[in-house]
């Protein structure tokens, strides 16, 4: 959550500074739009970038640098181009690397109590093919797009409503937008400045002509018809996020120029990007960024044998020797930045498993408490982390302000004997050969579904199969794609999963909870819970569990409550539950993240915080900044 003082103070900041370098005529081109300024096709910079851009400055270890040169990186599947949306990091509003909200693609925004939001554009910004970006992309989405039944048929997104209420959403002028609820909405800001960001706006000058309010080819494509055929036109056309569609006209730093299917992504500068450098220069310095599609499990050796200039995805701490040994050879360094998940691997009892007997099973505490006892996390973290990681459950990390020890260990000691006594207090019998049965006596299997991106999650569930099989529980690991893992766990047809733990270790009181209640069917462990209110109900399922029931309510208390102490009690009690009820069962956290980067690539941190969300993994440190010293290569 920001303090309205702060978002004004540095908009404050950012618009001093701006105007200095454009009043100067000091903007610096691109070489590679030479010949494109040349013949007329392209105005020059001082007409490309807002009247007040955002001018980026630079702290230590950083500097300015210069244009050109092509950036490669390696991505497992071809949905991963949506990677140049999450580092490029273009926002309304978005984290600097002290973790505070700050303007970006916004001139300023004025927050007053957490209830209205006032937002100034940057007059004379532009899309990336050139065409104004003002309020009617704002008005085009709100009134065309989240408030069109065909297109969103459950309504705008459940950020945007507080307790149900929808924002009164005004355009003052041109170049101003206001969204006012009249409670507080703690959502808004970071959820725009989400690494899967809240888009509050659409290119509508290219989106029209697929809508049939303005099209007279999209209406006619459903006269006479049943289907929803322009509206899932729009929606394929109308996708900021997936990066999947060249057309569609984009703020990010580089523009994604392939249309998937494909092997290899090439994505090139934005002629109308809205940051530049002290001295002028158009952002970002380089030209190009190629995303080639490989293996999952190849990416750490390709990245060893250099081919790849900055590389993270994909790789774990266990191929940090590996990659160690390569870098004198093929000219790069291995790099180890922190994480801040609240579990590197956690296990995902799912609460809304179809199968009758099984989500009696899952929802017996006594079951997961005694399947988290039972794992041996000294012995994984000794293994395979080099006793480096922090044993314990899936909560906040030690440097959150909120971090308790009994959160961190509490049901997460490794004790055999108190896991067999829950097990058969649970009812759950040994039989002759020492395994247990269900209730209706089916063997006691466990089925743990993987996306199958990691070796490392083999590992780890290996080491746990022998742990559970002491107790009496089998383990079989079941690796699949992740768009399968996931749809298996939405259906109730998955038992349970492997996934990281909670995105924002780092949390404190101010930072919204919401991740601890069932909010969203993105969240394994209870997915039909987070769908119902998303949906608003009409989709899911209602929680039927009392500790769900009470983190929903805590979540919404949260969310009125007017102290951080407040706040922060509110918080503790969240996480309590957690602890007590091992929702998501954590194994080790603190695990550090691998980073390659070439010798040549400049103003990449030797130390970072590797996390989705805050963080958009490289996205807080700018890309659009990063340059190399080598261009030729």
């Known amino acids: 959550m920001i303090r309205p003082f702060a978002v004004l103070l540095l908009a404050s900041l950012l618009a001093l500074a701006a105007p200095q370098a454009a009043a ?7 070489p590679v739009f030479a010949e494109e300024l040349k013949a007329g096709k392209l105005p020059p910079a001082a007409r490309r970038v807002p009247e007040t851009p955002l001018v980026v400055k630079f702290g230590a270890g950083t500097e300015p640098g210069r244009h050109g040169g092509s950036l490669s990186m390696l991505i497992g599947r071809s949905r991963d181009v949506r990677m140049l949306v999450v580092y490029g990091y273009a926002r309304l509003v978005g984290y600097d690397q002290n973790f505070n909200i700050v303007p970006d693609i916004l001139e300023s925004i004025e927050a007053k109590g957490g209830r209205v939001f006032t937002m100034k554009l940057r007059k004379g910004h532009r899309w990336s093919d050139g065409r104004p970006f003002t309020t009617e992309d704002f008005r085009y989405y709100w009134e065309d797009v989240a408030n069109n039944k065909e297109l969103s048929p459950t309504g ?3 950020d945007l409503l507080v307790n149900g209420e929808a924002p009164k959403v005004e ?12 409670k507080p909405n703690p959502d808004f800001l970071p959820r725009m400045a989400g690494a899967s960001p809240l888009f509050i706006f659409r290119p509508a000058h290219y989106l029209k002509q697929f809508h049939r309010k303005y099209s007279r080819q999209a209406a006619a494509s459903d006269a006479g018809s049943k289907k929803r055929g322009w509206a899932a036109v729009h929606n394929r056309e109308d996708n900021l996020y997936q990066y999947d569609n060249p057309k569609l006209p984009s703020l990010q730093p580089w523009i994604n120029t392939t249309k998937p299917p494909a092997d290899r992504f090439v994505a090139v500068r934005n002629p109308y990007f809205h940051r530049v450098d002290p001295a002028g220069r158009q952002l970002p310095y380089i030209d190009r960024v190629v995303l080639a599609v490989a293996e ?3 990416i750490p050796a ?3 044998a250099g081919e790849s200039d900055l590389q993270a995805r994909d790789i774990q701490f266990n191929n940090f020797t590996f990659l160690k040994k390569g870098e004198k050879t093929n000219n790069y360094r291995t790099l180890l930045w922190k ?3 609240g579990s590197h691997f956690a ?13 009696k099973v899952m929802r017996d505490v006594r079951l997961r408490r005694a399947l988290s006892l039972a794992i041996d996390r000294r012995q994984v973290n000794q293994v395979l982390y080099f006793g480096l990681a922090n044993e314990g459950n899936n909560t906040v990390v030690q440097e959150s302000p909120l971090y308790r020890k009994e959160y961190q260990m509490r049901w997460g000691q490794h004790d055999r004997k108190a896991a067999d006594k829950l097990l058969d207090e649970a009812g759950l019998k040994r039989g002759a050969d020492g395994l247990r049965t269900l209730p209706d006596g089916r063997p006691l299997e466990i089925i743990v579904e993987t996306a199958g991106e990691s070796t490392e999650q083999t590992d780890v569930l290996e080491m746990i199969r022998e742990n559970w ?3 009496g529980v089998k383990l079989f690991p079941k690796p699949s794609q992740r768009e399968v893992l996931r749809n298996r766990v939405f259906s109730g047809e998955a038992l349970m999963s492997v996934w990281t733990g909670l995105e924002n270790g780092l949390a404190n009181p101010d930072i919204s909870p919401e991740e601890l209640a069932p909010t969203s069917q993105q969240q394994l462990q209870w997915p039909k819970f987070g769908q119902y209110f998303e949906t608003g109900g009409k989709a899911g399922e209602a929680p039927d569990i009392a500790e769900a029931i009470e983190l929903m309510k805590l979540n919404s208390q949260w969310r009125e409550a007017a102290t951080r102490a407040e706040r922060a009690k509110i918080w503790h009690r969240m996480l309590q539950i957690h602890a007590e009820q091992q929702f998501a069962i954590g194994v080790v956290s603190g695990v550090a993240q691998p980073v390659v980067m070439r010798n040549t690539l400049r103003n990449v941190p030797e130390k970072g915080i590797y996390n989705w969300d805050p963080g958009a993994f490289f996205g807080i440190y700018r890309p659009d900044t990063f340059w190399i010293s080598e261009p030729a290569r």
């Open 339 to 341: 994480t801040a998940r």
């Open 24 to 30: 100067q005529g000091k903007f610096i081109e691109p």
């Open 347 to 359: 296990l995902f009892p799912n609460l809304n498993v179809n199968d009758p007997v099984w989500r």
């Open 302 to 304: 390709k990245t060893g």
């Open 469 to 471: 099989r002491e107790v």
């Open 171 to 182: 355009f003052p002028d041109p170049q101003t937008v206001r969204y006012s609820w009249s």
């Open 296 to 298: 999952g499990k190849l």
């Open 156 to 158: 705008p997104p459940s």
